[in-house]
C-alpha cells in the first residue's frame, strides 16, 4: 500500500481517523482476560475491535515498543494483529523502536519494511531528532517497496514545548524538523500530491498545524493526540487541505477505553464503536472529504 491508499480508504469511509492501539492492562475489558496473561488479552480485544470498526475506522495505529515490552508473546500478539488488521482491510501505520544511530536505523529498516519482514505494516512512523542518517536507510523502501514512513515534528504530549517549539534561527525546533524532511520523496508524490515521507504533527497545535499546511503542502501528516485533552477537532482542521485530504487524527483512549465510561451493560465494542463514530462526526462537522 502507500499513502494513496490511506487517503483512498478514508475518502471511502469519510472518517479521517487512525485508532492506536498500545497496549496496557487497565485498557482491556475483564471479559477477554484468562491465565494467559496481557498479550494474549490484547490480542483477543484488538482483533474483536477491528472487526468491529472495520466498516467504520480506515487506519491502526501500533505500538512496536508497546508489544515488545510484553515479551516473546507481546511480539507474537503484535505480529498476529498487523497482519489481521491487512487482512480486514486497514491501512496499518507501525511507530518503530527508538533510532539513534544509521545503524540502527538501516537494520530497522530491513526488519520492518523489507520483503521477508515478519512485521506487516503499510508504513512506519520513526523519530529522527539525531538527523539525516536515521531517514535515509528508510527512503529506499519508499521508492522501490511502496511504503510509506512518517517522521515525528511535533508530539502531543504536554510538555512537548519545551523543546520542539524551542526558537532556532527564527523557526520553531519542529518547524526546522519539518523543513528538513520536506527535502525527502519528492519523487514519491502520488496521484493525491502526497508524497511517501510525511510527518507526525500535535493535533492540539491548531497554529503549527495551519502553518505546516499552508508550508508544506506534499506532506501527509499523521495528527497525534486528537483525542487528548488539550486537542479537538476544530484544532485537527488546519491540517487538511480544500479537498479535505492530507492528514489523519490519530485516537486511542476515547475509542479503546470507551468501555470504561459506558452504561452499566453495555458492551465493550458497542461503546468503542460509537467513539469512534463521535469523533468522526467532529471532525467531518469541520472537515468536508471529496
Known amino acids: 500500500m502507500s499513502v494513496d491508499v490511506l487517503q483512498e480508504k478514508i475518502r471511502k469511509l469519510k472518517n479521517p481517523t487512525m485508532l492506536e492501539l498500545c497496549p496496557a492492562k487497565e485498557d482491556i475489558p475483564n ?89 506487516d505494516c503499510d508504513g512506519l512512523i520513526i523519530t529522527a531528532y539525531p538527523g539525516s542518517d536515521i531517514i535515509k536507510p528508510f527512503l529506499a523502501y519508499c521508492k522501490e517497496g511502496k511504503k510509506d514512513i512518517f517522521v515525528v515534528c511535533r508530539t502531543a504530549n504536554k510538555s512537548a514545548p519545551e523543546l520542539q517549539d524551542l526558537l532556532s534561527g527564527g523557526r520553531l525546533v519542529h518547524a526546522a524538523a519539518a523543513d528538513h524532511v520536506n527535502r525527502y520523496g519528492a519523487d514519491t508524490a502520488g496521484k493525491f500530491g502526497y508524497t511517501r515521507v510525511g510527518i507526525l504533527a500535535a493535533a492540539s497545535a491548531a497554529a503549527s498545524l495551519k502553518d505546516l499546511r499552508a508550508k508544506y503542502p506534499k506532506l501527509f501528516m499523521i495528527l497525534d493526540g486528537a483525542d487528548y485533552p488539550n486537542a479537538n477537532a476544530k484544532n485537527c482542521a488546519n491540517a487538511f487541505d480544500k479537498f479535505g485530504h492530507g492528514a489523519v487524527a490519530v485516537v486511542g483512549n476515547s475509542v479503546c477505553r470507551a468501555w470504561t465510561q459506558a452504561e452499566e451493560g453495555t458492551d465493550a465494542l458497542t461503546s468503542a464503536r460509537e467513539a469512534a463514530l463521535r469523533m468522526k462526526k467532529n471532525l467531518t462537522r469541520y472537515v468536508t472529504i471529496l
Open 31 to 119: 471479559v477477554y482476560f484468562a491465565e494467559d496473561g496481557l498479550a494474549a488479552a490484547a490480542l483477543r480485544y484488538y482483533q474483536a475491535l477491528l472487526g468491529e470498526l472495520k466498516d467504520t475506522v480506515p487506519a491502526v495505529r501500533v505500538s512496536f515498543a508497546a508489544f515488545a515490552l510484553l515479551g516473546a508473546e507481546g511480539m507474537d500478539a503484535l505480529k498476529e494483529i498487523l497482519a489481521f488488521a491487512r487482512k480486514q482491510g486497514y491501512y496499518v501505520a507501525m511507530d518503530a523502536p527508538e533510532l539513534l544511530s544509521g545503524k540502527t536505523a538501516a537494520l530497522t529498516a530491513q526488519a520492518l519494511l523489507g520483503p521477508d519482514s515478519a512485521f
